[in-house]
């Protein structure tokens, strides 16, 4: 059974940083593309990065450039999100999904986890 686990969310002044982190269990890690995404209320889900099975990084959003990197663990099994520079506009849900030999990320990706809260103060 596949799980995706996020963790690291919380509570943040604007300005500062957070890490989540995604851990992933019952699939063979290096064989997916890992992608975070991200939805605020009343808003459609929105990519903010990712990392091909082959660990190349995608390009992000212009919202998010610059100020989130995206990173894997193979061994671990775990791809994090590194955040800096937060705003409150980047109060969400963030989700890690899971994609085979994955390359692209949209709502079509194979497994997502069920997210982890994060709240900017502005």
């Known amino acids: 059974q596949v799980q995706l686990v996020e963790s690291g969310g919380g509570l943040v002044q604007a300005g500062g940083s957070l890490r989540l982190s995604c851990a992933a269990s019952?699939?063979?890690?290096?064989?997916?593309?890992m992608g975070w995404f991200r939805q605020a209320p009343g808003k459609e889900r929105e990519f903010v990065g990712g990392?091909?099975?082959?660990?190349?990084?995608?390009p992000s959003p212009d919202s998010v450039k610059g100020r989130f990197t995206v990173s894997r663990d193979i061994a671990k099994k775990t791809v994090y999100l590194q955040m800096n520079s937060l705003k409150p506009e980047d109060t969400a849900v963030y989700y890690c999904?899971?994609?085979?030999?994955?390359?692209?990320?949209?709502?079509?990706?194979?497994?997502w986890g069920k997210g982890t809260l994060v709240t900017v103060s502005s």
């Open positions: 999904a899971a994609d085979f030999r994955g390359t692209r990320f949209n709502a079509g990706m194979d497994y």
């Open positions: 019952g699939l063979m890690f290096s064989m997916y593309g």
């Open positions: 990392i091909t099975w082959t660990g190349s990084s995608t």
